[in-house]
């Protein structure tokens, strides 16, 4: 993310002051709402998305209630394989298991997930900028400090994002992404699901991260949007934003279970051996 | 917290006339400190480049109704003006607590609704075209 220069592009050139400008009104396509245009706003867009880490979404459903963590946990079962792009999609998948088992405060899950990490990190040459990483995470999961574990999970990330991302590897930058946040939205359903409420579910509203991972796929070459991981992914991810812009009274319990379900079944895929 | 203020004495004590985008992170970070002594958990990805003075930007970002989040605005100039705007989906303004000191801005959000949200700001200089700017974020 932090790159230089930012591929911004312009929309407009007004030096006007943002408070002169009335937000331009669309029709939303499903709702009626009147909603602010940002392909109509008069400067630069900066077209960089950060995408949130399970954490953030995590912190929101502790408010909510006491949701059992460590029944969240999956064990992580990754096959041997070469293919940079399947270690991408599971590297992105292990670091969001780091920040289900921290919520839970599994000390000895945490330890499991840093040297899945290790491992992952050295099938993708990048070991020695994650190794700092890896060992502090083992090292904060003696002394149980949950907070430093949580920064060191969001750093490896983006040790490992911005490394691909300098050798010219975006695309397996954003497999990294979309490996989270599939693990993450698969958490976040499975407890919406166990104690559902409206508020719990309204957490779900995230078209325009999922939107931002279709048109990314849809940006990556030839051979990467044809990987059979990321051909399903595109898919799985248009069917989730069906039912996010489907929900526009918010969210049924089913329509939570749908798209776990297909978080789910994207991620027993990436774990697969083929 | 240790690490990041001995960055930061370290970049205070550079000269000015070599400022770089990683200078702006910093005084972005400068500016989260009071905040992460009050809860907030710093994200390590942001957004950051070089903007023609008094440019406007925006990025759009996911917020989660029931956390609140804080944006730290950072520049590596030391004569620049902020504008730090947070827009819900209909345009309107809901940031709270505007504070710009120096080399940084800074808002807190409590976002009504789980959506996206539009975070729109500007630096100008008076002596300089170009601006350096990051923009990071915490949440608590």
Redesign the interface.
Known sequence: MNRSPLHCFFVATSFAALVSVSPVAGQAANSGVQEFDPQAFPGQVVDDVVVPVPSEVFSVLDKLGEPNWRQEIRTVDLPKTGDRTKLSLMFGLVVAEGFVAVQAEDKEAVKDIGREVIDLATALGLIKSVRPHAQAILDAADKSDWASIRKEFDQTQKTVRDSMEQMKDADLSQCVSMGGWLRGTSSVTSVITKSFSADRAELLNQPMLVEHFISSIGKMSKDKKEHPNVSDISKGLKLILAKMEGAVDGFTKDGVREIGKTCDSLLTDIQAAR | MTALLTGLMLLLSAPLSHAT?DDA?SFAMEAAVPFVEQGF???????????KS?????????M????EYAFWLGTAQDDVTF?L?V??????EIELDFKSQGMFATVRVNPP????Y?V?F?LTSKKEKGVYW?LA?G??
């Open positions: 985008i992170h958990i710093v994200r390590e990805d942001y957004w950051n480049g070089e903007v008094g440019q406007k930007l925006m990025v759009r970002h996911q989660f109704k029931g956390n504008e705007q827009l819900d989906e209909t345009g309107k609704k789980t959506g996206t539009s729109v500007s990051a974020y949440y608590r």
